[in-house]
């Protein structure tokens, strides 16, 4: 049976989440997926960092009620979060990078990613900012070193459009798609249509949690754009940067806008768009499009994502799935742990005494 150390960067809901699971599935991932995770090393921003290397006990990581530097109390601990070196220096095999994401140059995750690959780790993410704007040099770097980089959740949290795409549909020569990739969008809207006003779509969805206290990057399109960044350069082959997808928000639509459409069969979402033109060259956008109610993605409904993959061979396929959710995206965190071991056990694994 495997063992892999990891190092959790970042002790949020994900992370958190993640930790969860841990304390609770080992077992089962023994039986069923041939390997357990311990976890070896945690980094927060708020709780500071620890180091431990026979292994940090997971029940008491998400039950401890930890105030502001909380893991300074620990042993092999410190009140201050200490990325780099928590990284660089934890017996870890994966690094797990669950830190918010910047959408103008992906630090201080790009860094936490590229130390971990340097160091001979292979890197777990759902951080949309080194995916989409730094995929190529670290996945280079990755190869480099003999390790993976991997972010299946960076996208659609736990619905694995990316492996979809990339694995199970290959041969069926893929030319573009058209998603709903952006939960909180897409519930405001829904919201819309039930008759609320913009404003107060927006504030129903910050009191269930949709919704940041600023949620400009989700209905102005910011999100989505990085995604079909992502999902672009992964499965087109493109090497697009997120100033080269157009990109409209949803903040301009009135309820008569709504009520239009809904009188003539349509409906309102927000669209993440690329595809392949017959020059070669992939474009992408981001964009209010009104549906017509038997298109694929008109039935979306809540938070839910889905992305239409437009094939040669198949025509359009549908994957619909959680876009959001701590469980959910530590799942994502899980099937990217779960690609790395299928492929190169041997080499990182550890055998249990």
Known sequence: MTVYNIALIGFGGVNRALTGL???????????????????AVSDLYLGSVISPNGLDPRMLTEANFTKGGFGQLSGGSSEADNETVIKLAPADI?????????KDGE???????????AGKHVVTTNKGPVALAAQELKTLAKTRGVR???EGAVMSGTPVIRLADKTLAGAELKGFEGILNGTSNFVLGRM???????????????????????TADVEGHDVRLKVVILANELLGANLKP??????????????????AAQENCRWKLIGSAARGEDGIVVGSVAPKRLALEHPLAGVGGATNAVSLNT????????????AGRVETAYALLSDIVAIHTTQPSRDAKEAA
């Open 149 to 151: 980089f991997e972010y």
């Open 193 to 215: 249509e039930a008759g609320l006003d913009f404003a107060s779509a927006v504030k129903e969805a910050q009191g269930l949690g949709y919704a940041e206290a600023d949620p």
């Open 108 to 118: 201080p995750a790009v860094s936490h990613c590229r130390w971990a690959l340097q």
């Open 95 to 103: 690094v797990v990078e669950a830190t918010f994401t910047n959408p």
């Open 312 to 323: 040669e061979l198949l025509g359009s396929v549908t994957i619909t799935g959680p876009g």
């Open 22 to 40: 841990i304390a609770t599935k080992n077992p089962m991932w023994e039986r069923e997926l041939g390997f357990r995770l311990n976890i070896v």
């Open 243 to 260: 100033e080269d997808v157009t990109c409209d928000g949803i903040s301009r639509l009135s309820p008569r806008d709504i009520e239009v």
